[in-house]
């Protein structure tokens, strides 16, 4: 048994991990600045600049559908490929570039980039491991890539000027690419017949949109309400910059877990952790919709037990969706499992932005652990079933 699991590390996927964290310091170069030189640097009203950066998370929709069709079709390095290029093509525009509406496009093209790249690098995982290491792959591809954005965004604060910072990023992707490139996906089809089953055929397997619904809620309810519900819970305390003390904690607490966290992933089947990750967010919801204790020991404690769930979840949803994916869609399965994530990181912030405007900041962590009991409860009917 344990050579086994030795042998779940091949090289290709050592160097696709590799390509992964250095792509992912580029983005913890870059994302904290986004805001800040498209306004200070390029002279952007502060208003526009900040509306301009949902262009990333809109772009994502095309580009996750367009990465399953890529990926299915031609094969996961390909897709993978033309993402990063497209991604390194947004970054220099970012970087070059002065009017508004080639920023915007520049914006837009790093999103659809970025969201070819994800389900394609997924696809490409699940066929160099087998089923029952997917889990554990996926979690540790997550810790890693938080390792590598940590890396890049304390890299970002001797930088000087923001320009270079798209630039750095520009070479991160091109270094992915490479490590893409140089990979041998041993045991995956890279291609496919061009005609066949499309994104329809999804809509008729009843587990997998069990799982895309529990995506939606889960992803609604634990990223949504952290990144947006948080940051105004510390400006109601009147202490915002303990959100910087929250990013260090959250992201220490998923690269120092990481070995319990792949311990769990042995013991527990993906629909035991995916509850279990609920469970660990829901406390930290309830913590912050009913501790009367000070903001600066409740927001710290509520991003560790985020980073804990975020580790449970990482590595079980794709796993659960992988196990129901058919191998000629493969890359659409993934696709669907991103485009949910993102949805529900879409609607978070919107639950947050309504229940700040009534005044109900607290009755938002509590509709987010109504959630989440929601998703506990249903992510065991829609568990595979054994092949």
Request: with cysteine; hydrophobic share 55%; glycine share 10%.
């Amino acid at each position: 048994m344990q050579d086994t699991k030795t042998d779940t590390m091949p090289a290709a996927l050592r160097r696709l991990l590799f390509g992964d964290v250095v792509s992912a310091a580029g983005i913890g170069l870059t994302q904290p600045y986004l805001v800040i030189l498209l306004h200070t640097g390029k002279g952007i009203p502060l208003a526009a600049a900040t509306a301009m950066t949902a262009l990333l998370a809109l772009a994502s929709f095309p580009g996750n559908w367009l990465s399953g069709v890529l990926t299915d079709r031609h094969g996961g390095r390909l897709a993978m490929t033309a993402g990063l290029a497209t991604t390194v093509c947004g970054l220099v525009l970012v970087a070059t570039g002065s009017h508004p509406l080639l920023l915007g496009c520049a914006v837009a093209a790093v999103g659809f980039g970025w969201a070819v790249t994800l389900p394609a690098y997924a696809t490409l995982i699940a066929g160099l491991v087998p089923e029952e290491a997917h889990g554990r792959t996926f979690t540790l591809q997550f810790a890693l890539f938080n390792a590598g954005m940590g890396a890049g965004s304390a890299v970002a604060v001797l930088v000087a000027d923001l320009t270079w910072l798209w630039w750095a990023a520009a070479g991160t992707c091109l270094v992915a690419i490479a490590a893409v490139r140089w990979s041998y996906t041993g045991g995956q089809r890279e291609t496919s017949t061009l005609a066949g089953p499309g994104y329809r055929a999804l809509l008729t397997d009843r587990r997998l949109l069990r799982v895309l619904f529990v995506a939606v809620l889960t992803s609604a309810a634990g990223y949504g309400v952290y990144t947006a519900g948080l940051p105004v819970l510390a400006l109601h305390s009147g202490r915002p910059d303990l959100m910087s003390w929250a990013g260090v904690a959250n992201c220490f607490t998923i690269v120092a877990g990481l070995p319990l966290a792949l311990r769990a992933g042995v013991r527990l089947t993906p629909p035991r952790l995916v509850a279990a990750a609920a469970a660990v967010w829901s406390a930290g919801w309830l913590l912050c919709a009913t501790v009367t204790t000070p903001a600066w020991a409740v927001l710290p404690l509520a991003a560790v037990l985020m980073g804990a769930g975020e580790l449970l979840l990482s590595g079980a949803l794709p796993a659960m969706v992988n196990a129901l994916a058919p191998d000629a869609l493969r890359g659409r399965y993934n696709a669907a499992l991103t485009f949910a994530m993102t949805a529900g990181m879409w609607a978070g912030p919107l639950l947050a932005a309504a229940a700040t405007a009534l005044g109900l900041l607290r009755l938002l962590f509590a509709a987010a652990v109504a959630l989440l009991a929601l998703a506990a409860a249903l992510v065991r009917r829609a568990a595979p079933a054994p092949r």
